[in-house]
């Protein structure tokens, strides 16, 4: 089963860059899709983007659309989500996680990710 290792949160001025790398174990990452989800203090956690097996076809959420980009490198065993024009409300716990369900639709639903990762702490300033 894959392991999943999300870093490079911390704090960041609204306006800022972060780019967030989820690191995974396992010889089968390429057989997964995987996603970003995020929960901030008192609030459900909610789809961010996500990304197809072969990276081919990505969706993201209104929220971050035209923000926000997540890529990833089979080879290195890697998904990114980079995040530019932070604002405040970005300001969550983001989480990495992965789908093995068949990709028909974008997979934007808890219940259609099986694997996640311990979460990293970003954080807006304004």
């Known amino acids: 089963q894959v392991q999943l290792v999300e870093s490079g949160g911390g704090l960041v001025q609204a306006g800022g860059s972060l780019r967030l790398s989820c690191a995974a174990s396992?010889?089968?990452?390429?057989?997964?899709?995987m996603g970003w989800f995020r929960q901030a203090p008192g609030k459900e956690r909610e789809f961010v983007a996500t990304?197809?097996?072969?990276?081919?076809?990505?969706y993201y959420a209104d929220s971050v659309k035209g923000r926000f980009t997540i890529s990833r490198d089979n080879a290195k065993n890697t998904v990114y989500l980079q995040m530019d024009i932070l604002r405040p409300e970005d300001t969550a716990v983001y989480y990495c996680?992965?789908?093995?369900?068949?990709?028909?639709?974008?997979?934007?639903?808890?219940?259609?990710?099986?694997?996640w990762g311990q979460g990293t702490q970003v954080t807006v300033s304004s």
């Open positions: 996680a992965a789908s093995s369900t068949i990709w028909s639709t974008p997979p934007t639903l808890r219940h259609d990710y099986n694997t």
């Open positions: 990304i197809s097996r072969n990276g081919g076809n990505t």
């Open positions: 396992g010889r089968t990452f390429s057989s997964y899709a």
